[in-house]
C-alpha cells in the first residue's frame, strides 16, 4: 500500500514537499517514483528513484526545481519541490516499481499552484 499526502494550494513560486509512506512489501528493494496527472491531460512520469537511492530521474519540466528521495528506514519516499509553476498543477501519484513496470499505484495527492 502507498499512501501519499502533503499536497495542497500554492503560490507560484512556493515549495511543498510531497511524501509516500509504503507498507505491505520489502520497501527497500524496489524502486519507486512519482507521475502526476495535469488536469485534462495524460499522467507524466515526473521523477523515479532507484531502491538504494543511488540513482534518480527527472522529467525535463521539472529538472532543477524538483528532488526526490527516500528513508529506507521510514518506508518513505519524498518529492521536494520548489518554484513552482501553475503547469506544475496536477494530482500528483506514487508509484511502486517492478523492472519497467508499474508494480502498484498510491492515491493521488493534489497539488493546486496559482499564478
Known amino acids: 500500500q502507498l499512501q501519499a499526502y502533503g499536497g495542497g494550494l500554492v503560490q507560484s513560486g512556493g515549495s511543498l514537499t510531497l511524501s509516500c509512506a509504503a507498507s505491505?512489501?520489502?520497501?527497500?528493494?524496489?524502486?519507486m517514483g512519482w507521475f502526476r496527472q495535469p488536469p485534462g491531460k495524460q499522467r507524466e512520469l515526473v521523477s523515479s528513484?532507484?531502491?538504494?537511492?543511488?540513482?534518480?530521474n527527472y522529467a525535463d519540466s521539472v529538472k532543477g526545481r524538483f528532488t526526490i528521495s527516500r528513508d529506507n528506514t521510514k518506508k518513505t519516499v519524498y518529492l521536494q519541490m520548489n518554484s513552482l509553476k501553475p503547469e506544475d498543477t496536477a494530482v500528483y501519484y506514487c508509484?511502486?516499481?517492478?523492472?519497467?513496470?508499474?508494480?502498484?499505484w498510491g492515491q493521488g495527492t493534489l497539488v493546486t499552484v496559482s499564478s
Open positions: 505491505g512489501f520489502i520497501f527497500r528493494n524496489y524502486d
Open positions: 508509484v511502486r516499481f517492478w523492472g519497467s513496470n508499474i508494480a502498484s
Open positions: 528513484i532507484s531502491n538504494s537511492g543511488v540513482r534518480t
